[in-house]
Nanobody
Framework: QVQLVESGGGLVQPGGSLALSCAAS????????MGWYRQAPGKQRELVAV???????NYADSVKGRFTISRDNAKNTVYLQMNSLKPEDTAVYYC??????????WGQGTQVTVSS
C-alpha cells in the first residue's frame, strides 16, 4: 500500500519560512520522481517543484530563488524548504510520487497559510 504523508504546514507571517516533509512508503522511493504541487481556493493545482530520481530539480517561476526541493533516499523523504513566503503562497500543498502514468501517487495535502 502506497502512502505519502506530508507534514510541516501551518500559519506563517509574510517573509517567514516553513519546511514541508513528505514521507513515502510502499514504493521504491529512489527510482521515483518526487514533486510538490499546490492548490489555492478556486484555482487549479499547479506545480511548485520537482526533483528527479537523479536529483535534477525544476521550479515554478513564482518560487524560484525562494523554495528548495530536496530528497533523502535513505529516509524515503522529500522536502520543500520555503523562504520569503508571500500571501500568494497560501494553498494546500501536495506531495507527488511519479514513476510512470500507472505509478503516480498523491499525498493528502497540508495547508500553508501566509498571513499577518
Amino acid at each position: 500500500q502506497v502512502q505519502l504523508v506530508e507534514s510541516g504546514g501551518g500559519l506563517v507571517q509574510p517573509g517567514g519560512s516553513l519546511a514541508l516533509s513528505c514521507a513515502a512508503s510502499g514504493i521504491g522511493f529512489s527510482v521515483y520522481g518526487m514533486g510538490w504541487y499546490r492548490q489555492a481556493p478556486g484555482k487549479q493545482r499547479e506545480l511548485v517543484a520537482v526533483i528527479t530520481s537523479g536529483g535534477t530539480t525544476n521550479y515554478a517561476d513564482s518560487v524560484k530563488g525562494r523554495f528548495t526541493i530536496s530528497r533523502d533516499n535513505a529516509k524515503n523523504t522529500v522536502y520543500l524548504q520555503m523562504n520569503s513566503l508571500k500571501p500568494e503562497d497560501t494553498a494546500v500543498y501536495y506531495c507527488n510520487a511519479r514513476y510512470d502514468s500507472k505509478h503516480n501517487y498523491w499525498g493528502q495535502g497540508t495547508q500553508v497559510t501566509v498571513s499577518s
